[in-house]
């Protein structure tokens, strides 16, 4: 299972930008949002694995292993379909913690932004 930190989270933002990869960037700050709440509700994103685990497609939408998967995919974004997909298991975690429906709406604005697209 991938994991990513905070660092790589930051890293994935500044990859994937919204002008080129506006679904991947958006599952980044998806991403990123979740990992902000983790580590405010929680001991933080590092030692609670239940956020990290309900992101895991997140994660391989925009986590790379080699170069040339890199290059592909700052060259080629994911769907809009695919990019809903991949935060779908992050809301479903979100209700099942109990999560407050406005930090839960926070957590994936990006996503429902880049439906319009």
Do not use: C
Not at 8 to 28: C, G, K
Not at 35 to 60: C, E, F, I, K, T
Not at 77 to 94: C, E, M, N, S, W
Not at 110 to 116: S, Y
Request: avoid cysteine; charged fraction near 20%; glycine fraction near 4%.
């Amino acid at each position: 299972m991938p994991t990513m930190n905070s660092h790589d989270i930051a890293y994935a933002l500044r990859r994937f930008q919204p002008e080129t990869t506006p679904n991947r960037h958006a599952v980044a700050l998806v991403l990123q949002n979740l990992q902000r709440w983790a580590d405010d509700n929680s001991d933080g994103w590092a030692y609670w694995s239940a956020p990290s685990r309900a992101a895991r497609v997140a994660m391989l939408q925009v986590a790379s292993t080699t170069n040339a998967e890199n290059w592909q995919r700052e060259a080629n974004d994911i769907t809009p379909k695919a990019a809903r997909a991949a935060v779908a298991p992050i809301k479903g975690f979100l209700t099942r913690v109990g999560a407050r429906d406005s930090d839960a709406a926070r957590i994936v604005r990006p996503i429902t932004l880049t439906e319009g697209a």
